[in-house]
């Protein structure tokens, strides 16, 4: 690889891990109409839906659709690699870049999480107190 200053792009990780809450977390709770479409899909793509809840395994396969679409990289440094590769770089490179994408995408789902715990806590307190105050 070329020297380069080592730089870390979120945005891929973000769009993903939005994405996943919003596909496992959000809509399946917005009504019956999603349940409804998931329910419908082919045998495939509903073990697909049910296998990707996984933020890991969502995250490493959304990254992949998320580069080639946007033409970001989570790890820019990984677009400069060594001329001996040839024609496998570019693949390499796109998997290497998915699985760090990949393992942001599990933190930020567990780090949200581990916050949502507290914080629900202390919302249902804080409602709990105000009731008790009326």
Known sequence: MVDSPMTINFSIALMGLTLHILFWDKLPDWGTWFNT???????PLAYL???WHCPYCFGFWVALALHALTQQATLPALQNMPDFLGG???????FLDALVTALFIYVG?????ALA????????????FKQSQQ
Request: charged share 20%; net charge positive; proline share 9%.
């Open 109 to 113: 789902s567990l780090l949200l999480k």
């Open 49 to 51: 839906y049910d296998a």
């Open 88 to 94: 496998t770089a570019m693949p390499i490179a796109w």
């Open 37 to 43: 479409l998931v329910d419908k899909l082919p045998k």
């Open 117 to 128: 715990g507290p914080a629900l806590t202390g919302h249902q307190k804080m409602m709990a």
